[in-house]
């Protein structure tokens, strides 16, 4: 008999930044015991969240809710400048866990901001890292989330139009859109370097690569997360049914009525032992791994978490 077959992506799961987001939390909590205070999700997961919740973690929506002098974590998403003075008047102790990739995106938006452009910002409205970057000067940064937007758009000078973008989009339909503003504002001026971060690029050319093959796709990670919805989408843009899971738990038996092959990946910010469970919760199937890249990169821990 020719057991049904699951494409295993890689790379897939938990990047850096998100590794070096929860490792702060945790060596927080090892350090000083709880309650360590966490404004929003230190990742859009809702396993991390319950795990460090557990351990001694309070995750709070803003600063109002943290006592004044206690510690509190900023999420791998960012935050704005006003979130930062607001942190430094009440006397908080604050720990950066904010992913490198995007302080270099807010870096880039005052450098533009500096230069007096208005900086469009590709993105999605409401995301906390969006939300984060707005607010290095909500007046000359506007967000756009397509094409259509971009044709909506006016301008002080259009001569003086930068461009950054979230790091988590879809390299495709990003394109297009950054397409539009080019067609649209011809001196347009970009970062130096793509801001999708290498681990969204990578873990979607890694569902590329197995959607071709697969009845269907599967995706472990939280509805929140930005990367983990791109890559459902992404696999239903080639055609293929695909689903976006939690966890195992998650997986309904009808999905697989007379499907013989699944690619099965994780967002960045999804526990490997996630997907584990899932090749487990499948039974008896041929698991093949398919990787496209292999991912080296690591990311210093704060000053602060390193030095006790």
Known sequence: MVLPVVLLASPRSFCAGVERAIE??????????????????????????ADLEARGAVFVDELDEVPDG???????HGVSPAVRAEAARRGLHVVDATCPLVTKVHAEARRFLARGDTVVLVGHAGHEEVEGTLGEDPE???LV?????????????????????????????TTEVVAALRARFPA??????????????????AVREIAGEADLVLVVGSANSSNSVRLVELARRQGVPAHLVDDASDIRPEWLADVRVVGLSAGASAPPRLVDEV?????AWDVQVR???????????PATVRTR
Do not use: M, W
Request: charged share 20%; glycine share 4%; hydrophobic share 40%.
């Open 279 to 283: 090749v487990e919760a499948l039974g």
């Open 140 to 142: 000359r940064i506007v």
């Open 188 to 205: 347009l001026r970009g970062p130096a370097s793509d801001d999708i971060c290498y681990a969204t690029t990578n873990r979607q050319d």
């Open 24 to 49: 702060i939390v945790e060596r927080l909590l090892a350090q000083r015991g709880g309650p360590i205070h966490v404004r929003k999700q230190i990742v859009h997961n809702t396993h991390v969240v």
């Open 70 to 76: 206690a510690t509190v974590v900023f999420s791998a």
């Open 291 to 301: 990787e496209t890249t292999r991912e080296t990169i690591t990311f210093t821990l």
């Open 145 to 173: 989330e397509s094409a259509a937007d971009v044709a909506a758009l006016e301008v002080p000078d259009p001569t003086r139009v930068s461009y950054l973008t979230q790091t988590t989009l879809a390299v495709d339909e």
